[in-house]
């Protein structure tokens, strides 16, 4: 059984910063493609961020490009996004996906495996 958890949301002034963490256990991170999902109040959830099993492969949302950063360390079976020069509209249940396979995965039902979620507030 695979588990995913996030840590690392919080509250933080427009402009700031956060680092997103997410801790996966159950099955080989290294064999996972990983993805950042968020879900804004009311709205359906959107896509943020992948990662692809081989590391070497990354995409973005057109609206957190260039402001976040997704990464991974197979040693510690984490995978990051930090976030930087964030927005009110940024503010989000951040969620952290994972599944097998070797392309970049945009899709929430392209996931199998779901964390619970952390807050992220961003006040203006």
């Known amino acids: 059984q695979v588990q995913l958890v996030e840590s690392g949301g919080g509250l933080v002034q427009a402009g700031g910063s956060l680092r997103l963490s997410c801790a996966t256990s159950?099955?080989?991170?290294?064999?996972?493609?990983m993805g950042w999902f968020r879900q804004a109040l009311g709205k359906e959830r959107e896509f943020v961020s992948a990662?692809?099993?081989?590391?070497?492969?990354?995409y973005y949302a057109d609206s957190v490009k260039g402001r976040f950063t997704i990464s991974r360390d197979n040693k510690k079976n984490t995978v990051y996004l930090q976030m930087n020069s964030l927005k009110p509209e940024d503010t989000a249940v951040y969620y952290c996906?994972?599944?097998?396979?070797?392309?970049?995965?945009?899709?929430?039902?392209?996931?199998?495996?779901w964390g619970q979620g952390t807050q992220v507030t961003v006040s203006s």
């Open positions: 996906a994972a599944r097998n396979g070797v392309g970049l995965y945009a899709r929430p039902n392209d996931y199998m495996y």
């Open positions: 159950g099955r080989t991170f290294s064999s996972f493609a």
């Open positions: 990662f692809s099993w081989s590391g070497t492969d990354t």
